[in-house]
């Protein structure tokens, strides 16, 4: 299985430029790649990316975790996604029961992108709660 702790460190330096993102790098992590992302002007939780079993990108906000894999075929759909959290265009719906889903804004509707938490499909349910970034400029 290829490595791909070089691009995911790419991905991560771009995401963090393009937000202008102060960050860490954890380097004993039990990952290939893990970086935090502390509350600053563009976030207002803790975020984690990290590269875990050479090929899956992972994403972590407050009780949320993710793992997107392989990496060759989801890496752009994960920068797409980690963007919109930072720009508000994501959230997390909780939807019970610990199942949680990360939903993209498309137009007027969420589109589930992930399932977390014994959540393997979109419930028709509202959620519980949701959790977003809301800019601690504004």
């Known amino acids: 299985m290829r490595d791909y702790a070089e691009e995911a460190t790419a ?27 502390p509350p600053q002007e563009n976030l207002t939780h803790k975020v984690v990316l990290a590269l875990q079993n050479n090929d899956e990108l992972n994403f972590g906000v407050v009780d949320f975790w993710s793992y997107f894999f392989p990496y060759e075929t989801v890496a752009t759909d994960f920068e797409s996604f980690i963007d919109a959290w ?14 949680r889903l990360l939903q993209v804004r498309a137009g007027d ?11 393997l499909f979109p419930t028709l ?6 959790i977003t970034n809301v800019s601690l400029s504004n």
């Open 11 to 37: 991905l991560f330096t771009r995401f963090a430029e393009r937000h202008r993102l102060k960050y860490e790098v954890v380097e004993d992590a039990p990952v290939e790649v893990w970086w935090t992302f």
């Open 86 to 99: 930072v720009v508000g265009n994501a959230r997390i719906a909780v939807v019970g029961g610990g199942a």
């Open 109 to 119: 509707d969420w589109n589930t992108v992930y399932g977390a938490g014994g959540c």
């Open 125 to 130: 349910r509202p959620p519980k709660r949701l």
